[in-house]
């Protein structure tokens, strides 16, 4: 069965500092799909990098990153330069084996972030 | 803007009502998602269609009843609401097959239930 753990339940970090997040997935299947989102306190879920199983290299947007990896099972986030604003929770997701319609995503069960200055 | 409106934000209901949550979302997407999210629990699947016409169950369907009435809409009954079922709710749609990040998901805003 597939699984994502996040094990860090609570982060703190000092502004403009960089922080990991980490995520270990468990999945049989070759092809998958890593997702990280943010849940700001307003509650919506805020889509913030992909890393496809076959990428060949790390997946980076803007201030995150993704260390990806595929031995270990691992998909940690990175933010570089944190900031007030990003004070939230944070989940990562996996799609399931395969690409056929209505393959959903699995969920780990987040960690908040804390950001002070 | 182009997305997935849930309707309503917020419900309180009484132990043993019956509500029905709307979802619908405007991107042309195959498939639609129910989830739960409760807290130190993450999301939870709780019914899905795959493509219109389509329902399955996800991983905490007990209690919980979905109508995929038509391509863009996706509904979750609650047919005799119980405390347990206390929780947010996320509607989800994605296009379905393929791969990359072309293929993600869209989340709407939730919906915030209680049941007391």
């Known amino acids: 069965a597939q699984k994502i753990t996040q094990t860090q339940p609570g982060m703190f970090v000092q502004e403009k500092e960089a922080v990991t997040l980490d995520c270990t997935y468990d999945?049989?299947?070759?092809?998958?799909?890593l997702f990280w989102y943010k849940q700001p306190s307003s509650g919506e879920m805020i889509f913030l990098i992909y890393?496809?199983?076959?990428?060949?290299q790390n997946a980076t947007e803007g201030r995150y990153s993704l260390n990806f990896q595929k031995a270990r099972k691992s998909a940690n986030l990175v933010i570089s330069a944190s900031q007030l604003g990003d004070s939230a929770m944070y989940f990562c997701?996996?799609?399931?084996?395969?690409?056929?319609?209505?393959?959903?995503?699995?969920f780990g069960k987040g960690t908040t972030l804390s950001v002070s200055s | 803007n182009a997305g997935v409106t849930q309707t309503p934000k917020f419900q309180v209901l009484k132990t043993g009502q019956s509500m029905t949550l709307q979802c619908a979302q405007d991107?042309?997407?195959?498939?639609m998602y129910w989830y739960r999210q409760d807290p130190g629990m993450g999301l939870r699947l709780i019914y899905y269609?795959?493509?219109?016409?389509?329902?399955d169950k996800g991983e905490v369907p007990n209690g919980y009843n979905v109508s995929r009435l038509n391509k863009r809409e996706f509904s979750l009954r609650l047919e005799s609401a119980a405390p347990s079922q206390t929780s947010v709710y996320f509607c989800?749609?994605?296009?379905?097959?393929?791969?990359?990040?072309?293929?993600?998901?869209?989340f709407g805003s939730g919906t915030r239930l209680t049941v007391v």
């Open positions: 989800a749609s994605s296009e379905g097959g393929g791969t990359g990040k072309r293929y993600g998901y869209t």
């Open positions: 999945t049989s299947d070759p092809s998958y799909g």
């Open positions: 890393q496809g199983s076959y990428d060949q």
């Open positions: 997701a996996m799609r399931g084996p395969g690409w056929k319609a209505g393959t959903a995503l699995i």
């Open positions: 991107m042309n997407h195959n498939s």
């Open positions: 269609s795959a493509s219109e016409g389509t329902t």
